[in-house]
Nanobody
Framework: VQLQASGGGLVQPGGYLRLSCAAS????????MGWFRQAPGKQRELVAL???????NYGDSMRLRVSISRDNAKNTVSLQMNSLKPEDTAVYYC?????????WGQGTQVTVSS
């Protein structure tokens, strides 16, 4: 299983980015797919998690500023991030979970700075 994250970059405070995670297999084969982030010196934390049945969990840090969606035909899961803040600077990882296994993408850097 390969998960390819893309869409990161440098954005000014208040700006937006859309991250995309492309899976090498059908995303419907995963129990859930989601996005996590890890800032320097901090633990990896949940941003948003999309369950196979459509339920969504959002982490506290970006709850009101992000939305997660999927395109089953393209096997992609996207994360729309709005009103970005400098404290959102981190490496963002895509994760797919299937049974007891978690599969991680390589991460994409998001830097929020003026």
């Amino acid at each position: 299983v390969q998960l390819q994250a893309s869409g990161g970059g440098l954005v000014q405070p208040g700006g937006y980015l859309r991250l995309s995670c492309a899976a090498s297999e059908s995303i419907l084969s995963f129990n859930s797919m989601g996005w996590f982030r890890q800032a320097p010196g901090k633990q990896r934390e949940l941003v948003a998690l999309l369950h196979k049945g459509g339920g969504i969990n959002y982490g506290d840090s970006m709850r009101l500023r992000v939305s997660i969606s999927r395109d089953n035909a393209k096997n992609t899961v996207s994360l729309q991030m709005n009103s970005l803040k400098p404290e959102d600077t981190a490496v963002y990882y895509c994760r797919g979970s299937r049974g007891p296994m978690d599969y991680w993408g390589q991460g994409t850097q998001v830097t929020v700075s003026s």
